[in-house]
Nanobody, 114 residues
């Protein structure tokens, strides 16, 4: 059974940091490109960051220099280190796996507020 389980969300003050993790199971994780998406209140889901099976990374302009995506193929996890958080980063963050098929996690809430 394929599972993507996100964790690490929560409430943080502006300027703070959070580290999201996505634990994968049920498929060959190392073969898949992995992504973090987010959906803020009243907004469409958008790409935040991606990392290919080969380790190439890309970021949305809005998070460049603040967020870092990484993967650990030994642990079947993909992580998103989020620094210098802003209120506009408030969203539900989703993990996505892509190869010939697409898998989504259930999401984890991140709220940036004072």
């Amino acid at each position: 059974q394929v599972q993507l389980v996100e964790s690490g969300g929560g409430l943080v003050q502006p300027g703070g940091s959070l580290r999201l993790s996505c634990a994968a199971s049920g498929f060959t994780f190392s073969d898949y490109n992995m992504y973090w998406y987010r959906q803020g209140p009243g907004k469409e889901r958008e790409l935040v960051a991606g990392i290919t099976a080969g380790g190439s990374k890309n970021y949305a302009d809005s998070v460049k220099g603040r967020f870092t995506i990484s993967r650990d193929n030994a642990k079947n996890t993909v992580n998103l280190q989020m620094n210098s958080l802003k209120p506009e980063d408030t969203a539900v963050y989703y993990c996505r796996a892509v190869r010939l098929v697409i898998y989504w996690g259930q999401g984890t809430q991140v709220t940036v507020s004072s």
